[in-house]
């Protein structure tokens, strides 16, 4: 069955203070994996799509990798406003729907 | 691009009444994603449409819940003889090009049942 598991659950930084959050996956059939910012009472917003092991992506103070199990969701030196919940999603098979995690609620502290 | 538009924000209902949810996608993304998020939890597939064809229902889908999409544009959903455990944010998602491309969310609705 696929699967994904985020962890941590939650995450306090100060700010500046850089730190990581992983993603593990079991999907028959990577077609992509994909990272989503959650604010309170709002919808999914896309951040990065990742298709292949070995693959980055980076945008600001975030970047994304990619291995053949995990995800990680670098945030460098990060600002109250990168207060959110991280998603992870995988797209399996001939699935088009995505599996989703439970987040990482990420709090920074100024 | 304006983005995916749901409608109603929020909607409260006491137990056994139907509702009615609307999502617009972004124009000529052909596909649409109806997802369930309840409080600590990601979002969970419930259906998919590829133009106006329905491709697939979640096990979640009870024979409460209907989806359309007609002429391939704006979809609904349907809940009817609300429970409790309906309760949760509706999230409509669309895409444009590949099937591996991203999925676009809207803010969703807010069911809540009295």
């Known amino acids: 069955e696929d699967q994904v598991t985020q962890s941590p659950e939650a995450l306090r930084l100060q700010e500046g203070e850089s730190s990581s959050l992983n993603c593990s996956y079991t999907v028959s059939g990577l077609r992509g994996l994909f990272w989503y910012r959650q604010d309170p009472g709002k919808g999914p917003e896309f951040l990065f799509t990742l298709y292949s092991a070995g693959e980055e992506k980076e945008k600001e103070r975030l970047k994304a990798t990619l291995t053949k199990k995990e995800s990680f969701l670098h945030i460098t030196a990060p600002k109250p406003e990168d207060s959110a919940t991280y998603l992870c999603?995988?797209?399996?098979?001939?699935?088009?729907?995505?599996?989703f995690g439970k987040g990482t609620k990420l709090s920074v502290k100024p | 691009d304006t983005g995916v538009s749901q409608n109603p924000r929020h909607k409260i209902t006491k137990r056994g009444q139907n509702v009615t949810f609307r999502c617009d996608p972004i124009s000529e993304h052909n596909r649409l994603y109806w997802y369930r998020q309840t409080l600590g939890q990601g979002p969970e597939f419930l259906t998919y449409?590829?133009?106006?064809?329905?491709?697939?229902k979640s096990r979640l889908l009870s024979d409460r819940f209907s989806a359309e999409r007609p002429k391939g544009s704006f979809s609904t959903l349907e809940i009817q003889r609300t429970e409790q455990g309906d309760s949760a944010m509706y999230l409509c998602?669309?895409?444009?090009?590949?099937?591996?491309?991203?999925?676009?969310f809207g803010d969703g609705t807010r069911l809540s049942i009295l």
């Open positions: 998602a669309s895409q444009g090009g590949r099937g591996d491309q991203p999925q676009h």
């Open positions: 999603a995988v797209q399996g098979g001939s699935q088009g729907n995505l599996i």
């Open positions: 449409f590829q133009n106006e064809a329905q491709l697939e």
